[in-house]
T-cell receptor
Framework: RKEVEQDPGPFNVPEGATVAFNCTYS??????FFWYRQDCRKEPKLLMS???SGNEDGRFTAQLNRASQYISLLIRDSKLSDSATYLC??????????FGSGTRLQVQP | DAEITQSPRHKITETGRQVTLACHQT?????MFWYRQDLGHGLRLIHY???????NKGEVSDGYSVSRSNTEDLPLTLESAASSQTSVYFC?????????????FGPGTRLTVL
């Protein structure tokens, strides 16, 4: 089983919609998680950190389900500018991170 | 402002040639990383370093090497370029003191091996 698995998408949603996608992880010891955002042909950038059961930052909510070993990212009121690939990263205690392959979101006008 | 830069941004080379991609960061971060990104594979770790003179192999290290002679630089060398190494290469750094999970990425180098 891969360390991190994500649905590649694309998730095509209209502006204003709410969209959620999941990331499953295999290492049950992971205590915290991170979502990175990557715009097309650009470098990834940290979007959110999740250190407990969840985190909310404006329109973005990340939730952690330890029993089922997945983390979700919910985006409310989608904007065109949210179109990007979202990469899931579990904290395994190593400084070298393992990135999921990402979920592509396309918000349409 | 502190930053991380990569050069060149684009490179075309021929099979069998040695290629070196530069990565330079001015944050004074201890940790530096090289990834390659291909369609369908996401970011894959090539090599990484936790400090000067420290280097470690990642999951796809064959055909690549790195050296860390100072804090700021981690050049990536392709010993004998192969077409399978055509990819986008990202360098990243992180700081032990603050949060090693936040990695700062360079803008990437697009390498084509003909």
């Amino acid at each position: 089983r891969k360390e991190v698995e994500q649905d590649p998408g694309p998730f095509n949603v209209p502006e204003g919609a709410t969209v959620a996608f999941n990331c499953t992880y295999s290492n049950s010891a992971s205590q915290s998680f991170f979502w990175y955002r990557q715009d097309c042909r650009k470098e990834p950038k940290l979007l959110m950190s999740v250190y407990s059961s969840g985190n909310e930052d404006g329109r973005f909510t990340a939730q952690l389900n330890r029993a089922s070993q997945y983390i979700s990212l919910l985006i409310r009121d989608s904007k065109l500018s949210d179109s990007a690939t979202y990469l899931c990263v579990p904290d395994t205690g190593r400084r070298a991170l393992t990135f999921g392959s990402g979920t592509r979101l396309q918000v349409q006008p | 402002d502190a930053e991380i830069t990569q050069s060149p941004r684009h490179k075309i080379t021929e099979t069998g040639r040695q290629v070196t991609l530069a990565c330079h960061q001015t944050w004074n971060h201890n940790n530096m990383f090289w990834y390659r990104q291909d369609l369908g594979h996401g970011l894959r770790l090539i090599h990484y370093s936790y400090g000067v003179h420290d280097t470690n192999k990642g999951e796809v290290s064959d055909g690549y090497s790195v050296s860390r002679s100072n804090t700021e630089d981690l050049p990536l060398t392709l010993e004998s370029a192969a077409s399978s190494q055509t990819s986008v290469y990202f360098c990243a750094s992180s700081d032990n003191q603050v949060s090693y999970n936040e990695q700062f990425f360079g803008p990437g180098t697009r390498l084509t091996v003909l």
